[in-house]
Nanobody
Framework: QVQLVESGGGLVQSGGSVRLSCAAS?????????MGWFRQAPGKGREAVSC??????????AQFAKGRFTVSRDKNGNRNTIYLQMNGLSTEDTGIYYC???????????WGQGTQVTVSS
């Protein structure tokens, strides 16, 4: 059974940074899959944050994430982990952050359980 486990969330002050990780467990390899980060703010629907291609050479960001967030994946060591570095956080970034195998909310095949990020003013 494939499990994606996000970590790194927590409480951070406005202007601060967090680094989220998403690790796949079991024998499932993320090597050949594009991976996505999504988030869901309180009372809102889930939205795409970022996408990284299977090789890590291509990335895409939602407008609100450009210039502040960086998605990456380990190409050498732990190839079954992807990251989301988030800088310059604001209260509007508060929400549950999910990783998924796939970059479309509608076609992603596996989802993590999410990690809470709370930004205080």
């Amino acid at each position: 059974q494939v499990q994606l486990v996000e970590s790194g969330g927590g409480l951070v002050q406005s202007g601060g940074s967090v680094r989220l990780s998403c690790a796949a467990s079991g024998a499932f390899s993320l090597d050949h899959f594009a991976m996505g980060w999504f988030r869901q703010a309180p009372g809102k629907g889930r939205e795409a944050v970022s996408c990284i291609g299977d090789t890590g050479d291509s990335t895409d960001y939602a407008q609100f994430a450009k210039g502040r967030f960086t998605v990456s994946r380990d190409k050498n060591g732990n190839r079954n982990t992807i990251y989301l570095q988030m800088n310059g956080l604001s209260t509007e970034d508060t929400g549950i952050y999910y990783c998924a195998v796939g970059c479309s909310e509608y076609s992603a095949i596996y989802w993590g359980q999410g990690t809470q990020v709370t930004v205080s003013s």
